[in-house]
């Protein structure tokens, strides 16, 4: 081999072995998307989203620049701005109690508790800070019963599809009668005169029928690190002035290392009787009881928009902070405020991974999400993207042949060109 060619061939193996010692950064996407159109932040919005990777360390955020200041007023890229990032368990989807205001029939109620029974549930913590479980209960109608309820006559009661946040289906003039058929959440349900069942709040009542039977006792649960016999803590709620068809939470000392680890509870009625106890809501087709963990806040970043780095080209400000950590495999929550001034940041349909909206005080009726960015201190192995590309390129291959031979002929061609190209520059060197 001629001199020329070995220096050729060292090169390229000193590039090789560079490339498989060096990483690239994470970022939440590839690209920031387009812009659909801006949204005018003068308290805060959030945007809530799915982080795979671990060390949060900056966030790119498109917003517009202020081309004027107010007499007095301190230039600034943010007026004085903030971002906080926070743990989003709660629009974490992935247990069984994943919607709220979902009570699907295919689901039901475990039937009365009573001493003796014990209600046991494994799950896998994904946050740390747990701090209580979240559970359906049923009072078998302790807290209302059924018939006619008459509503104040200081106030229109407004009906809605579902309790709290439901769509408004009318609304009642105060001082009605309406029958009242059961309650959810608080909220009483009611069936109208043209057979719409629908949620009134309980405030609106004056008067109601009164409850069909009285419970007793109190619920007890006891949580245990998986595979460990002793409890690690537990909690009592009392089931007198429970609604009926409710979410209640049992709360307990927070425990700061709870990410990534997997937890026992139960739960069992003390001092109830046949007729005088609840029930808990649960999955029969999986076999599990239908609850959501719940994790203390925690502020996991906060960075002043001003001390952020402006990117004319992409039309983006950087705020950087130390890495967060953990941020792998957990539902995170950006928060803009605003201070001094109002910000303009932009939205897109094209919403974060996650696929969840925005939520803007300013402006409800939005479901698109924040255009912006997220950057990681977890670095990526060009080596492994180089590997990635080349069994990806291989499936691609054998599942189309036809696509595999044109591939295989094109690269033969170039690289054949490539070596006649390397060879006759070489045989000229020799004559000169």
């Known amino acids: 081999m001629r001199p020329r060619g070995l220096r050729w061939l060292l090169v390229m193996a000193w590039f090789a072995l560079w490339s498989l010692g060096c990483r690239v950064p994470q970022t939440l996407v590839a690209t920031v998307p387009e812009s659909t159109s801006t949204l005018t932040v003068r308290t805060q919005v959030e945007q809530p989203f799915y982080s795979a990777r671990d060390g949060l360390t ?22 004085g701005g903030t971002i906080r990032i926070v743990y989003a368990p709660e629009v974490d989807p992935r247990y069984p109690d994943s919607d709220f205001y979902a009570w699907p029939a295919s689901q039901g109620w475990l039937g009365e508790l009573l001493p003796g029974r014990v209600i046991s549930q494994t799950f896998l913590s994904r946050y740390p800070n747990l701090d209580g479980i979240t559970v359906r209960v049923g009072t078998y109608g302790a807290d209302i019963g059924t018939g006619i309820g008459r509503l104040r006559e200081d106030v229109s009661a407004i009906v809605r599809e579902a309790p709290i946040a439901g769509r408004e289906i009318t609304t009642l003039p105060g001082g009605g009668a309406v029958e009242v058929i059961g309650s959810r959440e608080s909220w009483v349900r009611v069936r109208l005169a043209d057979g719409r069942v629908g949620y009134i709040d309980r405030a609106s009542f004056a008067d109601l029928p009164a409850p069909t039977r009285e419970n007793w006792g109190e619920l007890l649960l006891r949580l245990y690190r998986e595979g460990e016999e002793a409890p690690l803590r537990e909690a009592r709620l009392r089931v007198q002035g429970l609604s009926d068809e409710s979410h209640v939470t049992f709360r307990f000392a927070p425990i700061a290392d709870s ?15 046949p007729g005088h106890a609840v029930t808990l809501w649960s999955d029969p087709a999986t076999e599990t009881l239908v609850f959501r963990p719940t994790y203390a806040s925690q502020v996991l970043a906060e960075a ?18 130390a890495p967060v950590q953990p941020t792998r495999d957990v539902y995170l929550r950006l928060i803009v405020e605003a201070k001094e001034r109002p910000l303009i940041v932009h939205w897109s349909m094209v919403r974060p991974p996650g696929n969840l909206p925005l939520a803007s005080r300013d402006d409800p009726g939005i479901w698109g999400g924040l255009v912006f960015n997220a950057r990681y201190s977890e670095t990526v192995p060009v080596g492994w993207l180089v590997r990635t590309v080349f069994v990806r ?32 520059r070489g045989r000229r060197a020799v004559v000169s």
């Open 58 to 79: 900056a966030v790119r955020l498109r917003l517009n620049l202020p081309d004027n200041f107010a007499p007095g007023e301190r230039p600034s890229l943010g007026g």
């Open 259 to 273: 990410y990534r680890t997997s937890y026992r509870f139960t739960i069992e009625a003390v001092g109830s009787a």
């Open 304 to 321: 002043a928009l001003d001390a952020g780095r402006w990117s004319g080209v992409e039309g983006t400000l950087e705020v950087r902070f």
């Open 393 to 424: 390129s291989t499936r691609a291959i054998f599942s189309d042949p036809v696509l595999g031979i044109g591939y295989m002929f094109v690269t033969s061609g170039a690289l054949g060109l490539l070596a006649w190209s390397w060879r006759k």
